[in-house]
């Protein structure tokens, strides 16, 4: 099982690209990927997803062109994208049944896969009430519940957490890892702790370029020693932003502990901390912006 | 004010920024050239006006007032229900503004969307009068004053409808377009002569008519034919000071009617509708009884799903795909088949039921000329949402990654829309079959129809051009029995002349086009 994505780029307009001569190769697991609002994600996967192809280049999964034989990952592909929607007046096992017909699934092996996975994103209890009147984040996992029906080797889900509470958001991420196994799942999000929590590689994203893919432990090895901890009083927060590359800041009751990202020391009074991935996706995405 | 003026000038913008306002202007265009080529004609009895700068703007402006009183409601309707989808309204409600500046703001860009069309006319009546004119004086108070005076007034009372209908419970649904389209037919048409114009022109070119020796005591007529057989007479125009008054009563009621949308306007809360209240209230009393079905339904099942813990992926079934595409193909249509019935009330049903009935039991004449062409208008509203409903609740990403998008989901929809014609058309299918003379007529609306419909949906993303072109070839056609739109053959002359066979024929080629549209739909990444 291996999706190769060669030399891919897709031009909107003149001189406005989603995505410039992008190539990855994978395997089985969870790729995350992240990167800033209109950095290319979504068009990655909506190419990747068969909806839209490529201006130039191209995406083989097993070996085949996805753009020639559509169907052959159709057929194995689960797909949330982003801005998804549904059929108001269905209830959650109309919509998923209408949705396994229109996938090809046996309507005996449907009505058994649908029951499983209204209980696995935890919507038994509003199988039968109208899509309509659910919430946003019910909305959701009944698009989660969609792109699972097919049993799909290869799963693609684009901003998938977006709407849930937290404990759907930890039970979406125990989902995604039990799902990676024998399975390649692309998530995209711009929620950095869930690519943390089940991410076995990750690609940045910024204006249409791979930036880095790597292991989540070679991006945290990269800032290393670049993470730096300074309390300052609180009066000086909007001139140090203005200077460093801050990832968080905490108040304390001795002043502001801010988290910066920095090759050297801002300060000599300044501790060094263990970076997070969240430090490592500003980092690259920062110094892509300064060479740029 | 300053809320009104943006709201309005942000609504407009979105709107002539799409494609679809320039079919708009093609539209207009398309019709001033219609009337300069002659095509359209204003005539008393075998007299028409000297092709002047006063009965060029008449002819103009009041050909303008018939159209713009039909195709101006369905080109401006749509902007509020716009902001229920993209749900702009739900912020626009948590802000202090008005139920009444929303709406006049709604109200101001249709009116200015007509005014532009309008704009456009008045251009075409300037081109008619420098190429066409008999008596090419440019005198333009003549010809830009019926513009002003007739056509500017019945903008604004067809943008306040638009506006009435968007808002008012009922009617700002689909069910809207259909209940506009008969209020036009059998209102505006014939009792509408002051509104439109033709009352205050008749009176004034009657008078010039008979002061120049004519004997004529017949009305005026706005219709198509050759223009050379007529006798002309001069007009020079007529005398506005006289019909100002009743125009201004027009003007008003048009601000008045905006002013009433407001009032029914449910600020975005679709909960704060009685009609949606009562229809939720039935829903109610009915959920436990379907409840109780389902429970028997799974009970019947050979080995019911009972999780007694929480849902891990690994325990998930493995699935494959189907080896049976007839039987896969089955169960699309029926989920086609219910999408298209499910959600509809309870009065759509019964008069539904009650039309197989009537087929069943009325006089075989009455089924084939009155009853069929009723069976095939009831379903309008359903038949129109194929093809569009798929992009209008984003599942068109969804559809459009699995496999077959092309030949799966679309032929199902297809067979579901004819599907639906032989349930709601079953009684008199059953009616017709002792005569198989008749049964061209039944299949022709049974296989055009939704064909038609499905193909128009595609091609527009929006219901409403399947909605009004089925009912004028409805109203034409079966109703008023003009032999070559009589799809279903009500008239006899349609029979005999083999017309259902030609509706028959033109079913591939209408679904053969709307595979080509999602075809170029699926390359286009839509």
């Known amino acids: 099982m291996e999706l190769h994505i060669e030399n891919v780029s897709k031009q909107y307009r003149k001189a406005v690209w ?159 890892a039990d799902l990676s196994g024998q399975r390649l799942v692309l998530l995209s999000t711009h929620i950095v702790s869930d690519v943390e929590a089940t991410a076995t590689s990750i690609a940045l994203i910024n204006r249409g370029r791979l930036l880095h893919h790597a292991l989540p432990e070679d991006l945290l090895q990269a800032v290393e020693g670049r993470v730096w901890g300074w309390i300052v009083p609180s009066d000086a927060l909007t001139t140090l932003k203005a200077q460093h590359l801050i990832a968080n800041t905490t108040r304390r009751a001795d002043g502001v502990l801010a988290r910066i990202v920095s090759e050297t020391a801002p300060d000599p009074a300044a501790t060094p901390l263990p970076p997070t991935l969240e430090d490592a996706y500003l980092h690259f995405i920062a110094h892509r912006r300064e060479t740029a | 004010m300053n809320a009104l003026i943006q709201l309005a000038l942000a609504d407009f913008r979105e709107r002539v920024r799409r494609f679809s306002f320039l079919a708009v202007i093609a539209l207009a265009v398309f019709l001033g050239y219609q009337v300069i080529t002659g095509f359209f004609q204003l005539r008393l009895g075998s007299y028409r006006g000297i092709l002047n700068a006063a009965w060029i703007g008449a002819l103009m402006a009041l050909t303008l007032s018939f159209f713009l009183s039909l195709i101006g409601f369905y080109v401006t309707r749509g902007n509020v229900q716009q902001d229920r989808h993209t749900g702009v309204g739900q912020i626009l409600a948590a802000t202090p503004m008005r139920k009444l500046t929303y709406v006049l703001g709604k109200f101001a860009s249709n009116v200015a969307v007509l005014l532009i069309i309008v704009g456009v006319l008045a251009l075409a009546a300037l081109a008619m009068l420098l190429l066409h004119g008999e008596d090419k004086t440019l005198n333009l108070a003549q010809l830009l004053l019926p513009f002003a005076v007739f056509s500017v007034p019945v903008a604004l009372l067809t943008a306040a409808l638009a506006v009435f209908f968007e808002c008012a419970p009922v009617l700002r649904a689909s069910a809207g377009n259909v209940i506009y389209f008969l209020l036009w037919l059998f209102i505006v048409t014939p009792l509408g002569g002051d509104l439109l114009g033709f009352d205050a022109m008749e009176r004034g070119m009657t008078s010039a008519l008979l002061a120049q020796g004519a004997d004529y005591r017949g009305g005026i007529v706005l219709g198509a034919g050759p223009a050379a057989e007529l006798q002309t007479f001069l007009w020079t125009g007529f005398d506005w000071a006289t019909v100002a008054g009743t125009r201004l009563v027009y003007v008003v009621a048009a601000l008045l009617l905006a002013g009433l949308a407001a009032l029914t306007f449910e600020r975005f809360a679709p909960e704060r509708s009685r009609i949606r209240a009562r229809r939720f209230a039935v829903k109610r009393w009915l959920a436990p009884l379907g409840a109780r079905l389902r429970a028997i339904a799974r ?164 219901e409403r051009p399947a909605q009004i072109l089925l009912l004028i070839w409805w109203y034409l056609g079966p109703l008023n029995g003009l032999v070559g739109l009589d799809i279903t053959g009500a008239t006899a002359a349609a029979l005999a002349q083999g017309i259902p066979w030609f509706y028959i024929a033109a079913t591939p080629l209408l679904f053969g086009l709307a595979l080509l549209v999602r075809r170029q739909q699926l390359q286009a990444g839509h």
């Open chain 1, 18 to 176: 989603g995505l410039r001569d992008f190539t990855l190769r994978l395997a089985p697991g969870v790729l995350g990927l992240l990167g800033p609002n209109g950095a290319g994600k979504s068009t990655l996967m909506r190419m990747v997803a068969t909806i839209t192809r490529p201006s130039s280049g191209a995406i083989y999964w097993n070996g085949l062109d996805i753009a020639a034989q559509p169907d052959t990952l159709r057929r194995v592909l689960g797909y949330l994208p982003q801005d998804f929607g549904v059929y108001p007046n269905l209830n959650a096992v109309e919509f998923l049944t209408y949705l396994a017909a229109v996938k090809g699934l046996p309507p005996k092996q449907a009505r058994q896969r649908i029951e499983e996975l209204l209980h696995l994103v935890n919507l038994t209890e509003a199988a039968y009430r109208p899509i309509g009147a659910f919430s946003g984040g019910m909305r959701q996992r009944v698009g989660i519940a969609q792109a699972l029906l097919n049993d799909p080797h290869l799963l693609i889900v684009d901003e998938p957490t977006v709407g849930l509470d937290p404990e759907e958001r930890v039970r979406f991420r125990n989902l995604i």
């Open chain 2, 299 to 462: 009970s019947a099942k050979a080995k019911p799903f009972k999780p007694d813990t929480p849902g891990r992926a690994e325990a998930l079934t493995p699935v494959t795909a189907s080896g049976k595409p007839l039987r896969l193909f089955v169960t699309l249509v029926a989920a086609e088949l219910k999408l298209l019935l499910k959600g509809r009330a309870f009065l759509w049903y019964a008069v539904a039921v009650g039309l197989f009935l009537a087929c069943l039991l009325s006089p075989l004449e009455t089924v084939r000329g009155s009853l069929l062409p009723l069976v095939w208008l009831w379903p309008l509203l359903l038949w129109s949402e194929m093809g569009v409903r798929e992009a209008r609740h984003r599942v068109n990403r969804l559809l459009f990654s699995a496999p077959s998008p092309l030949w799966r989901q679309l032929p199902a929809a297809w067979t579901a829309g004819v599907l639906l014609a032989l349930l709601l058309g079953g009684g008199a299918f059953i009616r017709l079959w002792c005569e198989p003379a008749l049964l061209p007529g039944f299949t022709a609306g049974a296989l055009f129809i939704p064909s038609l419909a499905l193909l128009l949906g595609m091609l527009t993303g929006t």
